[in-house]
C-alpha cells in the first residue's frame, strides 16, 4: 500500500473530487487519472504564478503553461502521458519542477524581510 500523492478539490468543506498524482505502473499512455491529476496540479501551477505576478510584476516563470501542455521558445511539451512520447512527457516534468522551484523561490523571497 503506502502514501501516495493526490489533489482533493472541496466545495463548501466537502471533498468533491480527488486527483491522484501517481500511477500504477500499467501502460504510459493508460494511466487517464494521472493526467487528470497532473492538469490539475499545472492550473494550481498557474494559479501560484499569477498571484506572485501580481505581487511582484517582475516575476516571470521560466516556462509557460497553457492548459495541459508547457511550453518552451514555441515548442509546446504535453504533461499528460495520453498520446504522448516519454522523452517529451519526461521535458515536461522537467519544466513544470523548474517552474515550481522558480516559484516556490518566490514565496521564499516574498516572505524575506525586505
Same mark, same amino acid.
Request: net charge positive; charged share 25%.
Given at each position: ?7 482533493? *478539490?472541496? #466545495?463548501?468543506? /466537502?471533498?468533491?473530487?480527488? %486527483?491522484?498524482? %501517481? ?14 491529476? @497532473? *492538469?490539475?496540479?499545472? *492550473?494550481? !501551477?498557474?494559479?501560484?504564478? #499569477?498571484? !506572485? ?11 509557460? /503553461?497553457?492548459?495541459?501542455?508547457? /511550453?518552451?521558445?514555441?515548442?509546446? %511539451? ?25 516559484? @516556490?523561490?518566490?514565496? /521564499? ?6
Amino acid at each position: 500500500m503506502g502514501s501516495h500523492s493526490f489533489i482533493k *478539490k472541496t #466545495r463548501n468543506g /466537502i471533498d468533491a473530487e480527488t %486527483y491522484p498524482l %501517481y500511477g500504477s505502473g500499467s501502460h504510459f499512455a493508460a494511466n487517464t487519472c494521472v493526467d487528470n491529476g @497532473i *492538469k490539475e496540479f499545472l *492550473k494550481l !501551477l498557474q494559479f501560484l504564478q #499569477r498571484e !506572485l505576478k501580481d505581487r511582484n510584476p517582475d516575476f516571470n516563470a521560466p516556462f509557460r /503553461i497553457h492548459t495541459d501542455r508547457l /511550453i518552451d521558445n514555441g515548442v509546446e %511539451y504535453k504533461a499528460v502521458m495520453m498520446l504522448n512520447v516519454e522523452s517529451r512527457w519526461t521535458r515536461a516534468m522537467s519544466m513544470m519542477l523548474i517552474d515550481l522551484k522558480v516559484a @516556490i523561490a518566490q514565496c /521564499i523571497s516574498l516572505r524575506s524581510p525586505a
